[in-house]
């Protein structure tokens, strides 16, 4: 979308401009040290975990893309044709993978993630009014805090730890984000 906006001729001011660039140097800060972790006996492979993340994140962008210029239009129109596909593809993965793929789910772990799936939703239509309030590529950028918070929330929620250097990457991107909205 980043890419996108500036292709349309957007171009943000100097500070935002720099802002950008900070938070993208945070974000390479956060993800550079966990490619280089060894594969663990266990079979996982963080390398391939992040080029896996780096094509969603691909993926994702062309969407917003789309997504965006659809919403020019109506927003909540566009929404929900876009979610339609999302949900026959989720149906269709747990319907070839059930049962083992949701058993053992209790009312409980269900409830959080229709939750999720809600949190998704409100975020979808977040993102895509602001979008429409100001630059797609900027309102992108911001979005991408969205890991910090994630690893925020894993920290405070599930006690995970953070390394030094994701505390290091987690400030770059707040002083990026700063840099931006101010």
Do not use: C
Not at 114 to 142: H, K, P, R, Y
Request: charged fraction near 10%; charge should be positive.
């Amino acid at each position: 979308p980043l890419a996108y906006s500036l292709l349309i001729g957007h171009r943000p001011e100097a500070q935002r401009a720099l802002g950008v660039v900070v938070i993208l140097a945070g974000l390479a800060a956060f993800y550079v040290p966990h490619m280089r972790a060894p594969v663990t006996s266990a079979g996982s492979n963080p390398r391939q975990a992040i080029l896996l993340a780096l094509a969603a994140a691909f993926f994702w962008g062309l969407a917003i893309v789309v997504i965006d210029n659809g919403s020019r239009v109506s927003v909540t129109g566009t929404l929900a044709v876009s979610q339609v596909p999302q949900v026959i593809v989720a149906l269709a993965v747990v319907l070839a993978t059930a049962p083992r793929s949701y058993a053992g789910l209790t009312g409980r772990s269900t409830a959080i993630l229709v939750g999720a799936g809600l949190s998704l939703g409100l975020a979808n239509v977040a993102f895509f009014t602001a979008a429409q309030e100001g630059s797609l590529g900027l309102v992108s950028v911001l979005a991408s805090f969205s890991p910090m918070v994630t690893a925020l929330l894993a920290l405070a929620v599930v006690k995970e730890r953070m390394s030094r250097s994701d505390v290091v990457a987690l400030v770059v991107v707040i002083v990026g984000v700063a840099l931006v909205v101010a």
